[in-house]
């Protein structure tokens, strides 16, 4: 399945997708990776991969639109056929997500729909949770409000900063995100209404 990647900064979940490609534990081919930044970690780690890759700067363009525009036609120069977010902090607006008929999936480091938007470790530990994760889904017009995949928790401990959470929070999203878009691209995802099934995990078949 030919892919496109979305990613802003530190690409440490892009770089859990290419490694599980290379193991032989995730059926896509990542074809293309998208920055809105300049010179990021992301990018770096692609073209270490050998994946081509262009730069969006929201400066550079008139308006979102015009932005999402260009990663529209990008996307279609690459012939894509799923596109992952792993750590875009952009939302992408309506027009753009009408005009995407192939899948979208979102990792996001809380468990949804608890804390979406920016900064979802830190609301988690000023709101005082016990327990936060991760969660893995579809992306839809809303904020981080797409069809739920795969969560896992995570534990908040009393002596949590945002990056020590945020840190724990991450060793499980470079597990979960390439197992649940392996499950999506396998076709062991069933849709009803805005809930999702897995069909028989491995093991239990
Ligand atoms: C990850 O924790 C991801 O869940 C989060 O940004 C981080 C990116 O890390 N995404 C969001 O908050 C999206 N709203 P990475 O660049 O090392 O993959």
Redesign the pocket.
């Known amino acids: 399945m030919r892919t496109a990647i979305l990613?802003?900064?530190?690409?440490?979940?892009?770089q859990a997708l290419i490694e599980a490609i290379n193991l032989g534990r995730l059926p896509i081919e990542i074809v293309a990776v998208g920055s809105d930044q300049l010179g990021t970690r992301?990018l770096k780690r692609s073209e270490d991969a050998g994946i081509p890759t262009r730069v969006f700067p929201i400066n550079r363009y008139p308006d979102r639109r015009a932005q999402e525009e260009d990663i529209l036609n990008w996307m279609r120069e690459n012939q894509v056929q799923l596109l992952l977010?792993?750590?875009?902090?952009r939302v992408l607006g309506p027009d753009f997500i009408a005009q995407v008929n192939f899948p979208i999936l979102?990792?996001?480091?809380s468990l949804l729909p608890a804390f979406p938007?920016?900064h979802?470790q830190r609301q988690a530990l000023e709101y005082g949770v016990k327990v936060s994760g991760?969660t893995v889904h579809l992306v839809d017009e809303g904020l981080?409000s797409g069809p739920i995949i795969l969560q896992e928790a995570v534990p908040v401990l009393a002596g949590d900063t945002e990056e020590s959470l945020?840190q724990r929070?991450?060793e499980v999203?470079h597990r979960l995100y390439p197992e649940a878009v392996r499950l999506f691209v396998v076709g062991k995802v069933e849709r009803f209404g805005r809930r999702l099934r897995i069909l028989q995990q491995e093991g239990l078949e």
């Open positions: 990613a802003s900064g530190r690409g440490s979940n892009l992301a977010l792993a750590g875009y902090m979102n990792i996001h480091p938007g920016l979802a991760c981080d945020a929070i991450l999203e």
